[in-house]
């Protein structure tokens, strides 16, 4: 393997600059096809059967009045349910596929499915409903440090369950030719999709079947696996020997394909006079559905706090399981600690920078604690530069008159971010075309871009110099895109393809300038002696030389080496400040600026990299003013199963945004590393904080709709 | 959706002949924004459906004597871009603009705003118009955080989720509906919305095979004006409107109407708070009073108790806008 590393700052021609997406233009003129834009010849359209009831016994299930439908061509149904409990509204029981997608709804309407209901129990608020042992952790004494604390603040606090709401649904198109599955499926994870359920569901060698997912509509943790309709729908093309689209609609969508754990907490914490914490006791309950982790690592960031304890409780409900969502659970902690210390802050009467800045000293990233302090700190005093913190900040309630009130809130987070196996080959051709393949993703994020520019650079060429190749299971393997991995994992894998194609290059070239091949460099289109820059020739002349074959290495990222090795890393800090306006006649929040400060090591794309962070405020406003999962525990269902009243904010909605990535020593000097979570955790806590700030009490619920900020109004707040 | 039959006649006459007199049977298509959910959800499956769309006479805005008159297939984007509605009747191009998303506003229309169907998500989930469970009320025991705050008595707990109904009401319109064989009723927009009593019935005045072809609105010289406290700025339901209209005279105000909207089953005429602003000079102090005086005699359901708060911020609002204009 080519022993690589990462140019230097004054050395880097495209790395770190801000440089557009490769496949901007093609998304934006509708020229990209996403899964669900694939169509095959022949191709069948399959509607699903679900269950309506939250928790029943499924007595039978008839599909005969489907088939009997003109137009119906297959129907499929779950056996293995029948006579057992289906446990979550939105359950799939049974499938059909049809020549139109009106005849499939038409035919799943005609299943007939005989319930008898059970009991079930979707609530998520209160305490007493969990089962099992509570999670318990304490460090210190928290009782003994809360009654010697000469201040104590409580607050109950909650952050309800949402879904991921990927623009694009979850599903695939499947096809079955000569023996071979071709599967189009929306998903996270090229390389490992083609799974043994997959296998089974059509008795089809997992090496005989081909992913192909070149654009897709969202992941956010939710795509990685087949999911029930993946081997549904390669059933149904088995079973009728023709392809099969197969997406959920967006009343499964929200019901099935996601959700967020709710997290409900009543937090204590306790300081001294000079704003010095010294205690934090949390109790926590909430739901993941039927299945998925809650989250438990309390507090967030000031792991350091010398007497802390959580107690976690766990509460089973009838409702579609929790998937990894975006920074899983670490915006739901990092609500709950940075809402109980700003309550803390406001307790003291003390400013809030002010006493994050002082409480730094319990961050400690040997403990979980993310970045070092002088990170934070660092970030913190950049954010209210930005925001103009000096100049707009006061004590908690605005106190001029009239019914808007403006308020500041901040909030830091931290996320992991190394790099995953990758595997990647480089081919350059005699005409001197260069291709770079490999078996990732690009969720939106600009991974395919980043590919083309670590390569590029490696090469001393321009971006559209290089043709990247993702999308498929046939190249060689990368990892799923989850974790904020991928950037750290494909990068090293591209950049040790192309050295080492290069290497073969310049062995090849060096003879016809009469110096050794380490005396040579590629840069701006050319291959030239490094010390003697005139002597040079041009990329298509040196490409010439390799004869008539064109040449491939492969790169691999191991993850540990390239840890070893300061290519990669793991770790950022991040912090946020939200700057917002509330009426207090009517109880709406507005979002004046959202600021974010990021590190992520080393960045290959600034623009993509900031484009991230820009998606991540949005997606972050839209779960702190809008979004919640509304299930009602009569019926047990989801009553906004729809985009109508589920809720996602608009271009107009979410105010002004600024980002600021830090970069330059200390930064860049730590290898590459992912940036997909870190910044979606703080904007609920931020902004949450800065309401508090506006209105002077604090509106303790997610999200914040006008009757949560009403209703703590009327219990005092803020007075036009 | 369940396969229908569709045509697209190019009259009036020959579409009113395509209806049946039984609801259900047969639906309207105007721009098809709320029809085609229902369909897809199955809320309604007709037999049939008539488009309006080759219906000539139904586009358009006149201005004619002492009155505009809007054509019920006018969209909301012509509607609220109308130079004469722009001029005279800010309350209305406040509620069109209200609405939100480009595409409805361009293919949304008047008429279609009028007569589409309750949001209810009890409904919607398949509970039908009332959201009910047997003989259980899904709304008044689940979640009714935005449901009806008046007029709830009976068993419709749903809000009515008409846009332009209660500017269409302050302003005193009229609205031309007709039948088979051309057959010609006017009715007052304040009458047009109507509480079923069965939840088989429709929320308006119109009968199954008649069509809703015009509103007319008098030119009066009323200042006029909407609030509607929404949160998201795009396509969303705002959580409670209100339209007001009044006459200046003097610097008194008379002839004065208050119209809420998203609080009830129908457009709601607060005509307790009209009163208050009838003899007397508008200022922020009465406008105010107007508002308390709205939201007298509010019953609350659950979760919805904060809609009494966002009644009063509304047509506060809107009587201090009404005044400026």
């Not at chain 1, 056996?79 to 005849?103: M, P, R, S, W, Y």
């Not at chain 1, 499915?113 to 608020?125: G, N």
Request: hydrophobic share 40%.
């Amino acid at each position: 393997m080519a022993k690589v590393d990462w140019p230097a700052a004054d050395k880097r021609a495209l790395i770190g600059k801000r440089i557009s997406r490769a496949d901007g233009p093609v998304k934006a003129t509708g020229a990209a096809k996403y899964s669900y834009d694939v169509n095959r010849p022949g191709l069948l359209y399959a509607k699903l059967v679900w269950s309506p009831y939250a928790r029943a016994e499924v007595v039978s299930v008839d599909t005969g009045p489907a088939a009997a439908l003109p137009g119906v061509k297959a129907v499929w149904k779950d056996d293995t349910l029948i006579g057992k409990e289906v446990n979550f509204a939105g359950q799939i029981l049974a499938a059909v596929a049809a020549q139109t997608e009106e005849i499939a709804a038409e035919a799943a309407r005609r299943v007939k499915v005989e319930y008898k209901p059970l009991e079930h129990q979707v609530r998520d608020d209160d305490p007493a409903l969990s089962q099992g042992n509570p999670d318990k952790r304490e460090d210190g004494n928290v009782d003994d440090a809360l009654a010697k604390a000469e201040v104590v603040v409580n607050g109950r606090y909650s952050i309800p369950v949402i879904a991921h709401c990927c623009l694009e649904p979850h599903g695939q198109v499947t096809e079955i030719r000569d023996g071979e599955l071709y599967v189009w499926p929306s998903t996270q994870n090229v390389s490992g999709y083609a799974d043994r359920s997959l296998a089974e569901a059509t008795e089809i060698p997992q090496n005989k079947i081909h992913v192909d997912c070149q654009y897709m509509g969202g992941g956010f943790g939710s795509k990685f696996g087949v999911d029930k309709w993946g081997t549904i729908g390669a059933a149904l093309s088995k079973q009728t020997g023709r392809p099969v689209k197969l997406m959920l609609d967006r009343d499964l969508e929200l019901m099935i394909a996601g959700n967020r754990p709710s997290a409900h907490a009543a937090v204590k914490v306790g300081a001294s006079k000079d704003g010095t914490l010294t205690a934090i006791d949390a109790e926590i309950w909430g739901t993941a559905g039927m299945g998925g982790t809650l989250p438990r690592d309390f507090p967030y960031i000031f792991t350091k706090i010398p007497n802390n304890r959580r107690v976690v409780k766990r509460i089973q409900a009838h409702r579609g399981s929790a998937r990894a969502w975006r920074a899983p659970n670490h915006p739901q902690l990092c609500f709950l600690t940075m809402s109980a210390l700003a309550d803390m802050a406001a307790g003291l009467k003390m400013d809030e920078l002010e006493f994050f800045l002082k409480n730094l000293q319990f961050v400690d990233p040997k403990m979980g604690g993310g970045r070092a302090p002088e990170v934070y700190a660092e970030e913190l005093r950049i954010a209210a530069d930005l925001i103009g913190y000096k100049q707009k900040a006061h004590p908690r309630g605005d106190p001029s008159s009239g019914p808007i009130k403006r308020g500041l809130g901040m909030a830091l987070h931290t996320w992991g971010g190394q790099g995953h196996a990758s595997e990647c080959d480089v081919t350059i051709s005699p005409d001197g075309s260069v291709e770079a393949k490999l078996g990732s993703q690009d969720l939106g994020t600009g991974a395919r871009t980043c590919v083309g520019i670590v390569v590029a650079e490696t090469l001393g060429l321009p971006l559209n110099g290089v043709k990247v190749e993702i999308g498929k299971n046939d190249y060689p393997k990368s990892g799923g895109s989850g974790g904020s991995t991928t950037i750290g994992g494909v990068s090293v894998s591209s950049r040790q393809a192309a050295t080492a194609v290069l290497n073969e290059l310049l062995a090849k070239v060096a003879p016809r300038l009469g110096v050794e091949p380490d005396a040579l460099e590629a840069r701006a289109g050319e291959i030239r002696v490094t010390a003697d820059p005139g002597k040079k020739i041009s990329w298509k002349e040196a490409c010439a030389t390799l004869g008539v074959m064109p040449v491939t290495k492969r790169g691999v990222n191991t993850p540990g080496e390239s840890l070893n090795a300061g290519l990669i890393s793991q770790g950022v800090g991040g912090v946020q400040m939200a700057d917002v306006a509330v009426d207090i006649e009517t109880g709406i929040v507005t979002i004046n600026e959202m600021v974010a400060v990021q590190d992520c090591g080393l960045i290959i794309d600034l623009k993509t990299a900031e484009s991230q962070v820009y998606g991540a405020l949005i997606m972050g406003i839209t779960y702190a003013l809008f979004e919640e999962a509304v299930y009602d525990p009569k019926t047990g269902r989801m009553l906004n199963a729809d985009m109508e009243f589920y809720r996602l904010a608009g271009i107009k909605d979410v105010g002004k945004l600024k980002v600021h990535m830090m970069t330059g020593k200390g930064y860049d000097d730590r290898g590459v590393i992912g940036l997909g979570e870190p910044p979606v955790i703080s904007p609920g806590a931020a902004i949450a904080n800065a309401v508090a700030n506006a209105i002077g009490v604090r509106a303790p619920h997610l999200p914040l709709t006008p009757d949560r900020v009403l209703a703590v109004l009327q219990k005092g707040g803020a007075t036009a | 959706m369940k396969s229908f039959e569709y045509a697209a006649p190019s009259t009036l006459k020959e579409a009113t002949a395509l209806l049946s007199d039984k609801w259900g049977e047969t639906e309207i298509l105007a721009g098809g924004t709320d029809l085609v959910t229902s369909l897809k959800q199955y809320l309604t499956t007709p037999s049939r459906i008539v488009s309006l769309r080759n219906i000539s006479e139904l586009k358009g805005i006149q201005t004619a004597g002492k009155a505009v008159r809007i054509g019920a297939t006018t969209t909301l984007g012509e509607l609220a871009g109308d130079k004469a509605v722009k001029e005279h009747f800010p309350a209305l191009v406040t509620a069109a603009e209200g609405v939100g998303s480009p595409q409805l506003l361009s293919v949304g229309t008047t008429g279609g705003d009028l007569c589409q169907r309750s949001r209810c998500w009890y409904f919607r989930n398949g509970f039908g118009l009332f959201g009910k469970e047997g003989s259980t009320s899904l709304v008044r025991e689940g979640d009714n955080r935005y449901h009806a705050i008046f007029g709830n008595d009976g068993e419709a707990l749903f809000v009515s989720p008409s846009s332009l109904g209660p500017a269409l009401i302050a302003l005193d319109a009229t609205l031309v509906v007709v039948g088979p064989k051309e057959k010609k009723r006017k009715i007052a927009a304040a009458e047009f919305f109507q509480t079923p009593k069965t939840a088989s019935e429709r929320e308006t005045a119109l009968k199954p095979n008649e069509i809703l072809a015009e509103i007319e609105i008098p030119l009066r010289g009323l200042k006029n004006a909407t609030y509607e406290v929404r949160h998201r700025h795009g396509l969303d339901w705002p959580y409670a409107t209100a339209s007001v209209a009044f006459e200046i005279k003097g610097g008194m105000a008379s002839n004065a109407r208050v119209v809420l909207g998203q609080v009830a089953p129908v457009p709601w005429s607060a005509v307790g708070a009209a009163k208050t602003l009838s003899g007397a000079k508008i200022d922020a102090a009465l406008a105010a009073k107007c508002g308390e005086a709205a939201s007298q005699g509010a019953k609350p359901l659950s979760k919805n108790g904060y809609k009494i708060q966002l009644v009063k911020a509304a047509v506060k609002r809107a009587v201090t806008a009404a005044a400026a204009a």
